[in-house]
């Protein structure tokens, strides 16, 4: 007989969404915490995140309202907070700027920046010589027709700030159960009451799912569906070529949603030509871990790499190597954070459209209020709650694709 255990929360998931939820509740002494995972902390989609952090909400993303821009602001501030109690996160303040190519995408998506009611405090707009000079000279003046700049941006490593959190989670006294696939949930009168392990059985009081990629694997049992997309998403490092360590994140909108930042001493960058639905790619996402579709890879080398030699003439911008991860979309593009409808003891949070790492820390506060106080004074939770879809509305990946509003 599998061997059982009894504990007072449990979180599936060890990346950034779990652990900052783990975290928060034994902030808040909700007992006994123990968080599962079928690998190691950030060795799924958390680890391949580029990590940088910004206040998005703030005329980029134009989906997302005040309610993330709260949690965005968290976030910067629990990183530094993480940093300057000794974590070796690669915590840097170097900002994030939003340039274009076009004045087309100079009035669509960069402009609102500078003029959003939510900027931050010295944001401002540049002239091509001013974005050639804030990157320390990686964009060419002659390529860009202009930049915004949010300067308060910050920069870490996503794999070296999801370890910290799995240290904080033990330090606080919490548990980290690694290489511990979770089979099935625990169930009894329309409540779950545990997990199902191939170690064994995990009773809990309360269960929460932060396990990204892997819900829809879980949650049916329940009589519920998440409705969520699957995206492969590629990050590409290139070979270190004397990109300065200060240079800001650099988004481009209108190269197809380019970002790229300095990773030690070269660039690490990525866009739409490196993305595609996981229904598109059979056999990319196995059993745990993160996928591997090289042919995403080709098509950004062949769409992208002319277009970033333009942009960027002076550093090597080939492939070094990749990451791939595997970021949940929703149909409006907020996350799922709440209660299973329906069904007690249960709670769920993913959904992170490509944005958990900015908004895992204020999303594990929020959903410990929701665990232990039903709702939160702090922020609304109401956007992120998993019945504002109706049942059967979303029956299939393809089904949430169709709805998402187009991004910036």
């Given at each position: ?6 504990t007072?929360i449990?979180v599936v998931?060890a990346?950034v969404?779990?652990?900052?939820v783990?975290?928060?509740l ?8 123990v968080v599962v995972?079928?690998?190691t902390?950030?060795?799924g989609t958390?680890g391949?995140g580029?990590?940088?952090?910004g206040l ?6 134009d989906?997302?309202?005040d309610?993330?821009?709260t949690?965005?602001?968290y976030?910067?501030d ?9 974590a070796s996160i690669?915590h840097?303040?170097?900002?994030n700027l ?8 100079w009035r669509r998506w960069?402009e609102?920046v500078v003029?959003h009611a939510s900027a ?5 707009g ?9 990157t320390g000279?990686?964009?060419s ?6 930049a915004a ?6 920069q ?9 959190l799995?240290?904080?989670?033990v330090a606080g006294?919490?548990v980290?159960?690694?290489?511990t696939r ?10 779950v009451?545990?997990?199902?392990t191939a170690?064994g059985?995990?009773t809990?009081?309360s269960?929460?799912l932060?396990?990204g ?7 049916p049992?329940l009589g519920?569906r ?9 990050r ?11 240079m800001p994140?650099?988004?481009?909108p209108?190269?197809y ?5 300095e990773?030690?001493g ?6 739409g030509?490196?993305y595609?639905p996981?229904?598109?790619l ?9 996928p591997h579709?090289?042919q995403?890879?080709?098509?950004l080398a062949?769409?992208?790499s ?6 960027v003439p002076?550093?090597d911008?080939s492939?070094g ?5 595997v ?6 593009r907020?996350f799922l954070?709440?209660?299973v409808p ?5 709670h ?5 459209n490509?944005a958990?790492v ?8 929020m959903?410990?209020?929701?665990i ?8 609304d ?7 504002r879809f ?6 299939t ?11 910036r």
């Amino acid at each position: 007989m599998a061997d059982r255990a009894q504990t007072d929360i449990v979180v599936v998931g060890a990346g950034v969404l779990g652990l900052s939820v783990a975290c928060h509740l034994l902030d808040r002494n909700a007992g006994r915490v123990v968080v599962v995972d079928a690998d190691t902390p950030a060795a799924g989609t958390s680890g391949a995140g580029a990590g940088f952090v910004g206040l998005w909400a703030a005329g980029y993303a134009d989906f997302f309202t005040d309610g993330e821009l709260t949690l965005e602001q968290y976030g910067i501030d629990y990183y530094r907070d993480l940093a300057e109690h000794g974590a070796s996160i690669d915590h840097r303040v170097n900002g994030n700027l939003y340039a274009a190519t076009t004045e087309d995408g100079w009035r669509r998506w960069v402009e609102p920046v500078v003029g959003h009611a939510s900027a931050p405090p010295g944001t401002r707009g540049l002239s091509p010589r001013e974005t050639a000079e804030a990157t320390g000279g990686v964009l060419s003046a002659e390529s860009v027709v202009g930049a915004a700049l949010h300067p308060g941006g910050i920069q870490i490593s996503a794999g070296r700030a999801t370890r910290a959190l799995a240290d904080r989670l033990v330090a606080g006294g919490g548990v980290l159960r690694t290489h511990t696939r979770v089979t099935g949930l625990l169930t009894s009168d329309r409540a779950v009451t545990g997990v199902r392990t191939a170690a064994g059985d995990i009773t809990a009081k309360s269960v929460v799912l932060a396990c990204g990629a892997w819900t829809n694997a879980l949650v049916p049992a329940l009589g519920y569906r998440a409705p969520l997309m699957r995206v492969v998403a590629t990050r590409v490092i290139s070979p270190p070529s004397g990109v300065g360590a200060d240079m800001p994140t650099v988004m481009v909108p209108d190269l197809y949603g380019l970002w790229l930042r300095e990773h030690r001493g070269g660039l690490t960058y990525g866009n739409g030509d490196g993305y595609a639905p996981l229904f598109e790619l059979d056999g990319a996402l196995g059993e745990g871990g993160r996928p591997h579709a090289g042919q995403l890879v080709e098509r950004l080398a062949e769409l992208l790499s002319p277009r970033l030699r333009k942009l960027v003439p002076a550093h090597d911008t080939s492939v070094g190597w990749w990451l791939q991860g595997v970021p949940c979309m929703t149909p409006d593009r907020r996350f799922l954070a709440g209660p299973v409808p329906g069904v007690r003891g249960v709670h769920v949070v993913t959904g992170d459209n490509e944005a958990g790492v900015t908004h895992g820390p204020g999303l594990g506060r929020m959903m410990a209020d929701l665990i232990l106080d039903g709702g939160s004074t702090w922020i609304d939770p109401a956007d992120y709650r998993l019945d504002r879809f109706a049942p059967g509305t979303f029956p299939t990946e393809r089904s949430v694709l169709a709805a998402m509003p187009a991004r910036r």
